[in-house]
């Protein structure tokens, strides 16, 4: 039952495939002088939010754009999508990106594993979803350029077409794909992967082996049992340095969600504090932000066709608290975010929504409204179909929070006040072995280090129906090291010289300075028109 004096905070949400009511759950009241914050919902009224909830297709499977610089641009075939490309942006099946001379972009899968786009270049995510039983399907399609991939084997079937040649890494592998003359060239820096042209070619490249592909002969091609170095190669090892900063030290708090691996859990881990407050269990809030702090202060609503619009924060840790959960202010401290059930895969098969929900809201507060999509209905005869603004940008609140930058030191967390008592936020307690990508997985560590933490002894869910999540047995691999390996005899291409424009080289280190470039003009984008 409702409480009489309840204060809504309503998300408003109009338009676009679900055209339904915003996502509202309320939870008790407040007035102008409570500090206390509210219980949560109780039954009712959880199944209340949940049927005012759109459920998302299941067939719709989503992942992140986790870092982006300089020009991007996002075609959906040979429709402009987005003309810039955003951090946390999310990436579905058949979007294409194309990046400028001075284009720099990551996609970062679920379990960690990544795809790197250098300058003027481009690939196509082919095959984006999630099987019934949870297993996903990654295809990727490199149209043009320079592409690196790191795929850790913990989850997931990936592959890499180029041509007429695919890519399956067959372990935890690094390889980079090169197009940008005759021949491609395929480089394997770590582990094994197997390439096949659905014909006569089977070959299975190994650790520090590269082969050049003739493009123009199907089927021939020339492995050699070395990889030329590229100036390129240092930014993808800075980029691992980078994801490896986030995910040195981990808390327990993303145990008890569907999916503890997921790489996103390293990002709040890093920039924010967790807190046990019962009868809520894990919150967590960002570090360096005070209780006049919006959560909806910087970011952009962005047009998916088939979803709507959902949210992408401009914040760098702004994946999960958007796309999962719910948001709830407390008058003693501020904002907090509570993950909850549908940060999981179980409920719906995907663990992704288009935005959060948001519970309790101080006064006179509303989050930012939904933009509405155009009817296609009163058109006149004549008239152009009316199309949805594809990127709808959101700047308000303080800007002047101190968050922690990557690789600065971290700002002292507060306490937060409940019930009498103070509550202190959890402490990072699981050491992960670093190394990017390939690096070992929150499961194994945890497993190695506190087993206790999966035995459900200790874990305090955000809903008590939720079961236990047990891990499975890594696949990871920490040998690196290939012994004892023969090539197979190669047959060699001998096509004729054809010339390779210039690539703009990559200067910079793993010590955060500043990174020059020197690029060559763009070449004209591979189909599709700017919006």
């Given at each position: 039952?409702?409480?009489?004096?309840?204060?809504?905070?309503?998300?408003?949400?109009?338009?676009?495939?679900?055209?339904?009511?915003t996502l509202?759950?309320?939870?008790?009241a407040?007035?102008?002088?409570?500090?206390v914050?509210?219980p949560?919902?109780?039954?009712?009224?959880?199944s209340?939010?949940?049927?005012?909830e759109p459920?998302?297709?299941?067939?719709?499977?989503?992942?992140?754009?986790s870092?982006?610089?300089?020009k991007v641009?996002?075609?959906?075939?040979?429709?402009?999508?987005?003309?810039?490309a955003?951090?946390?942006?999310?990436?579905?099946e058949?979007?294409?990106?194309?990046?400028?001379?001075?284009?720099?972009?990551?996609?970062?899968?679920?379990d960690?594993?990544?795809?790197?786009v250098?300058?003027?270049?481009?690939?196509?995510?082919a095959?984006l979803?999630?099987?019934?039983?949870?297993?996903?399907?990654?295809?990727i399609?490199?149209?043009?350029?320079?592409t690196y991939?790191?795929?850790?084997?913990?989850?997931?079937q990936y592959?890499v077409?180029f041509?007429?040649?695919?890519?399956?890494?067959?372990?935890?592998?690094i390889?980079?794909?090169?197009?940008?003359?005759?021949?491609?060239?395929l480089?394997?820096?770590?582990?094994?992967?197997?390439?096949?042209?659905?014909?006569s070619?089977?070959?299975?490249?190994?650790?520090n082996?590269s082969v050049h592909?003739?493009?123009?002969?199907p089927?021939?091609?020339e492995?050699l049992?070395?990889?030329?170095?590229?100036?390129?190669?240092?930014?993808?090892?800075?980029?691992?340095?980078?994801?490896?900063?986030?995910?040195e030290?981990a808390?327990?708090?993303r145990?008890?969600?569907?999916?503890?691996?997921d790489?996103?859990?390293?990002?709040?881990?890093?920039?924010?504090?967790?807190?046990?407050?019962p009868?809520?269990?894990?919150?967590?809030?960002?570090?360096?932000?005070?209780?006049?702090?919006?959560?909806?202060g910087d970011?952009?609503?962005?047009?998916y066709?088939?979803?709507?619009?959902?949210w992408i924060?401009?914040?760098s840790?702004?994946?999960?608290?958007?796309h999962?959960?719910?948001?709830n202010?407390?008058?003693n401290?501020?904002?907090?975010?509570?993950?909850?059930?549908?940060?999981?895969?179980?409920?719906?098969?995907?663990?992704?929504?288009?935005y959060?929900?948001?519970?309790?809201?101080?006064?006179?507060?509303?989050?930012?409204?939904?933009?509405?999509?155009?009817?296609?209905?009163g058109?006149?005869?004549?008239?152009?179909?009316?199309?949805?603004i594809?990127?709808?940008a959101?700047?308000?609140g303080?800007?002047?929070?101190?968050?922690?930058?990557?690789g600065g030191?971290?700002?002292?967390p507060?306490?937060?006040?409940?019930?009498?008592?103070?509550?202190n936020?959890?402490?990072?307690?699981?050491?992960v072995?670093?190394?990017?990508?390939l690096g070992?997985?929150f499961?194994?560590?945890?497993?190695?280090?506190?087993?206790?933490?999966?035995?459900?002894?200790?874990?305090r869910?955000?809903?008590?129906?939720?079961?236990?999540?047990?891990p499975?047995?890594?696949?990871?691999?920490?040998?690196?090291?290939t012994t004892?390996?023969?090539p197979?005899?190669?047959a060699?291409?001998?096509?004729?010289?054809?010339?390779?424009?210039?690539?703009?080289?990559?200067?910079?280190?793993?010590?955060?300075?500043?990174?020059?470039?020197?690029?060559?003009?763009?070449?004209?984008?591979?189909g599709g028109?700017?919006h």
């Amino acid at each position: 039952m409702r409480h009489p004096s309840t204060n809504h905070c309503w998300f408003r949400a109009i338009g676009g495939t679900f055209a339904m009511i915003t996502l509202v759950a309320s939870l008790s009241a407040f007035g102008q002088e409570q500090s206390v914050p509210p219980p949560p919902p109780d039954s009712q009224q959880a199944s209340q939010a949940s049927q005012q909830e759109p459920p998302e297709p299941s067939n719709v499977r989503a992942v992140r754009l986790s870092d982006v610089e300089g020009k991007v641009q996002v075609f959906n075939g040979t429709e402009s999508a987005f003309n810039q490309a955003m951090p946390n942006m999310p990436a579905v099946e058949g979007m294409r990106f194309v990046t400028g001379d001075d284009g720099r972009l990551e996609i970062q899968f679920e379990d960690g594993s990544v795809a790197r786009v250098t300058p003027n270049s481009s690939l196509t995510l082919a095959q984006l979803h999630r099987n019934p039983d949870g297993s996903t399907v990654t295809a990727i399609d490199a149209s043009a350029g320079l592409t690196y991939y790191e795929m850790n084997g913990r989850a997931g079937q990936y592959s890499v077409r180029f041509g007429p040649n695919t890519v399956i890494p067959t372990d935890s592998a690094i390889f980079r794909i090169s197009l940008d003359g005759n021949p491609a060239d395929l480089a394997v820096t770590h582990g094994t992967v197997h390439v096949s042209d659905g014909q006569s070619l089977a070959l299975d490249v190994r650790t520090n082996h590269s082969v050049h592909f003739d493009l123009q002969a199907p089927g021939q091609y020339e492995q050699l049992q070395s990889v030329a170095a590229d100036t390129w190669d240092q930014w993808n090892s800075d980029r691992d340095q980078a994801l490896a900063t986030l995910e040195e030290n981990a808390t327990t708090a993303r145990a008890s969600t569907g999916n503890p691996d997921d790489a996103a859990w390293n990002d709040l881990d890093y920039y924010g504090d967790w807190y046990n407050v019962p009868g809520y269990g894990q919150g967590w809030s960002p570090s360096g932000v005070g209780d006049n702090w919006d959560p909806f202060g910087d970011g952009a609503w962005g047009y998916y066709s088939g979803i709507g619009y959902t949210w992408i924060s401009g914040y760098s840790w702004g994946w999960w608290p958007y796309h999962c959960g719910a948001w709830n202010w407390f008058g003693n401290y501020g904002w907090m975010w509570f993950p909850g059930n549908n940060c999981g895969f179980g409920s719906i098969g995907v663990g992704w929504y288009p935005y959060a929900r948001v519970w309790r809201c101080p006064p006179n507060y509303r989050p930012p409204s939904r933009p509405k999509v155009p009817p296609v209905h009163g058109i006149p005869p004549h008239g152009p179909l009316p199309r949805p603004i594809p990127l709808v940008a959101v700047k308000r609140g303080q800007f002047d929070q101190q968050f922690r930058s990557l690789g600065g030191v971290k700002p002292s967390p507060r306490s937060f006040e409940y019930d009498g008592r103070s509550i202190n936020p959890a402490e990072a307690s699981i050491r992960v072995r670093t190394g990017g990508p390939l690096g070992e997985g929150f499961t194994s560590a945890t497993v190695r280090t506190h087993p206790e933490v999966f035995d459900g002894s200790n874990v305090r869910m955000t809903n008590p129906g939720r079961s236990i999540y047990q891990p499975g047995a890594s696949r990871f691999q920490s040998n690196r090291s290939t012994t004892g390996y023969t090539p197979p005899p190669t047959a060699v291409y001998r096509p004729a010289p054809a010339p390779v424009a210039p690539r703009g080289s990559y200067s910079g280190g793993s010590g955060g300075g500043t990174v020059h470039y020197s690029a060559p003009p763009p070449p004209p984008a591979a189909g599709g028109h700017p919006h």
